[in-house]
């Protein structure tokens, strides 16, 4: 984590802009201006965000203004809140990962994993609501997790504010909330005791996430058209999917990622019109071009070619979790909830609008703790089983 903090706010402090940094902040603008009067969700790219995170935005760029900054340090001052985030997503992450294993290797693969995946870091450090999302969404999964076991007044009271404020942030957290029922159904039929209890705490629990989802609605509707809105999207030049079949759902192809080097969104054909072979390039490298750093002699490719490989210890994880998904516990069992209803959410929002950039792995920002915990557990039932595979594990970690 030392190092990550040391290292990782220099890698941002490089990243001057990404594809939909104006559209952050427009909205941010506009609740600077106006911290009552939502904003048309039709007028800009951003406006049918749900707002959490443009109002503490806002606060933190009209404080910037007030202490005489110009406009690039204002909006700058706002990425060093996204590291502010991530760093605090770290620490839950951290202290997630121990609730469900002491084993130091284990703990360290996780941190590895949030710290160091290079989307992550970039998500990490960017004008966008993604890194608050990502921090409420490990929020949602430590403050479940320990009401599950400890079944603590104070966990149920915390989970149901952070899932709150994760749909006030982003409306597809209502994932969370879904897992959370899902959680306390589990303990409502497992312990008799408390039955009375968890009755009253699924009620309070569901009214309060509809009242939030009401919002949210309210926040979506467009009364000139009638309707609602919970994204700007579209069909973009030269990244509509030709077609959706096995093909496309099914293939495969690292050989033409390790020789593309990157997961470009204009990139080869092979590439973006395959739904695993673009989620696993997106997931570490994002949508971006590096063309340009290939040339010179740049060691740039080589590294990207590197990652690529190195990272199939994830999809070993992945494997070993559903290998093994009969010997976990029940909570480790119900953690696949949230990552299926978020992969079910980019299907749907991927058929509305098929265009390739709605395909990249930063969609699943809400269930990154999650999924990171599937491939480390699932990697430890491995090594527990069969001792020799800690070994090439630890090489294999390390060399990335």
Sequence with gaps: ??????????????????????????????????????????????????????????????????????????????????????????????????????????????????????????????????????????????FVSLFYYQKKRKWFALSTLVILLAMLTKISSVLYALFFVAVLLVLYFKDTSRRERYQNEI???????????????????????????????????????????????????LPALLEAAQSHVMGPDIIRFSLPTYFYGTLFLGEFDFSRHFSGGSLFRVWSQLIFLLGLLYAVGIAGYVYFYKRLSVLLKLIVIPVAINFALIIKFLLSYWVVCNSDFRYFTPTFGAIGLMIVLGLEQGWVKWPKMKKQILVTAVLP
């Design 203 to 253: 009620l309070v629990f569901g009214l309060a996430v509809l009242f939030v989802f009401g919002f949210a609605l309210f926040k979506a509707y467009i009364p000139a058209d009638g309707e609602f809105r919970f994204v700007n999207s579209g069909l973009y030049g030269g990244q509509v999917i030709p077609k959706f079949g096995v093909e496309y759902f099914l293939t495969f192809h």
């Design 1 to 142: 984590m030392v190092v990550g903090e040391a290292v990782c706010p220099w890698v941002r402090a490089s990243i001057a802009y990404q594809h939909d940094m104006k559209g952050h902040i427009d909205a941010i603008h506009y609740y600077s201006k106006y911290s009552i009067e939502l904003p048309q969700p039709d007028k800009s790219l951003q406006f049918p965000q749900q707002p959490l995170y443009y109002y503490a935005a806002a606060m933190v760029y009209t404080a910037s203004k007030a202490m005489g900054f110009n406009e690039h340090d204002a909006i700058y001052s706002i990425r060093v809140m996204s590291v502010v985030f991530a760093s605090a997503w770290l620490l839950l992450g951290w202290g997630l990962v121990r609730i469900f294993t002491k084993r130091v290797l284990t703990v360290n693969l996780f941190l590895a994993f949030l710290a160091f995946t290079p989307s992550f870091i970039y998500l990490g450090g960017v004008v966008n609501n993604d890194a608050l999302n990502a921090l409420l969404g490990m929020a949602s999964l430590y």
